[in-house]
């Protein structure tokens, strides 16, 4: 199956999550800058919650397009994703409606925790279905930064109950950590594109027709 499906619902439940957001936010009563004050905590917690599906909505669309197929096991593991950015929307208006309490703020990590572990295994289940030497296994490497945050998230969610601040300075540190952009997958994919490119411009100068040579379609979609 083509992965064209599984990206617009992906974005679609993202959009409604964005908007359920900032619909949950109240409405200042009053025209003076003091009016705005007491909504500080709910609109902190908004821009967070924006950055973090903000991020997730730009690595799942770099990740799917290293993927060059989709089988049921990503499916699932998509919707699992799913579940748990969709309990977002419920933690950020906790945290800013109690103004960075303890538990709303462990809970909010766990929800990102829980996050992390369902990307993980989605990024698994691509790397899988695309055999050794997946684009997707080259493009990630070592993934040092998919390791470290559901650590950064398991130390946040445990020193809430010392600190709230110390656990939002640590959610704020994994969005900074993500959101540089990443273009390990565009230099993967543009170097697909180039070597695919030569092997064209080698065939069109041979007078051949690439698409009628077996070994072009196996190098195009296995060994690049």
Not at 79 to 86: D, G, M, V
Not at 141 to 148: A, F, N, P, S, Y
Request: with cysteine.
């Amino acid at each position: 199956m083509p992965t064209n499906r599984i990206e617009t619902f992906f974005d679609g439940v993202l959009a409604i999550l964005i908007t359920i957001m900032v619909l949950g936010m109240k409405v200042p009563h009053g025209e003076s800058l003091a009016a705005l004050r007491p909504l500080l905590p709910a609109f902190s917690s908004y821009v967070l919650s924006f950055v973090y599906l903000g991020i997730y909505w730009n690595n799942h669309h770099h990740m799917m397009h290293a993927c060059e197929r989709t089988t049921g096991s990503m499916l699932w593991a998509t919707l699992h994703l799913l579940f748990w950015l969709s309990l977002v929307p419920l933690t950020t208006a906790w945290m800013g409606e109690n103004h960075f309490a303890t538990l709303p703020a462990a809970g909010y990590g766990l929800v990102l925790l829980m996050a992390a572990i369902a990307y993980w295994i989605l990024q698994q289940r691509i790397i899988a279905s695309q055999g050794p030497g997946s684009l997707l296994q080259r493009a990630i490497g070592t993934d040092w930064k998919g390791k470290l945050s559901p650590l950064l998230y398991v130390a946040a969610v445990a020193l809430a109950f010392v600190s709230p601040w110390i656990s939002i300075s640590i959610y704020i540190l994994v969005a900074l950590l993500w959101v540089v952009p990443d273009r390990r997958i565009e230099r993967v994919l543009g170097e697909k594109d180039g070597l695919a490119q030569e092997l064209e411009n080698g065939y069109k100068a041979e007078g051949q027709d690439s698409s009628l040579d077996p070994a072009w379609t196996t190098t195009d979609t296995e060994d690049l």
